[in-house]
């Protein structure tokens, strides 16, 4: 199952690919102390929904219906598959360092995205899924905008498969 996180402030993104291996070595450890898990959670919970598979996915752990992995969310400095608020919130998912700094320095309060913003977050992660997932297709921009806006970002790719 392919999901992913990503740093979109910069032009060089950190792609993080979360692997089902990752996943499972966070589930039998403690979550760090010093992190606020219910401020977290509200946190993940007001992310905004930036493309939306209705099918539900499968948690690997306890075969619940959750959010699908390729439905994905952001808070305006990062987006994620939606399936990992499911894996944090019950199964110790451990987000990257980088992650959970930008939540903290926020005092887990997120910000507002304007519309426009949420267009522009939309458009890069379409890109990234494309990349993430391999699929082709075309999409059609009403503005005009085409894919080559984003273009010159690059993506520096790390796959989570073991404890960070
Ligand atoms: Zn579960």
Redesign the pocket.
Known sequence: MKRFLADIQTHEIPLYQITDTYLQACAVRETRRDIDLSALQAYLDKACYIEILLDLGK????N?S?TSNETLLTDGNWIWSGDLN??SL??HFAWPEAFITSVQKRSYKPKRITGRQKNEIAHLANEISRKVYGEQFTTVYPNGKDETVYAERTYVVTALDTLI
Request: with cysteine; charged share 10%; aromatic share 20%.
């Open positions: 948690c690997i752990f306890d619940q959750i499911h894996y019950l199964h």
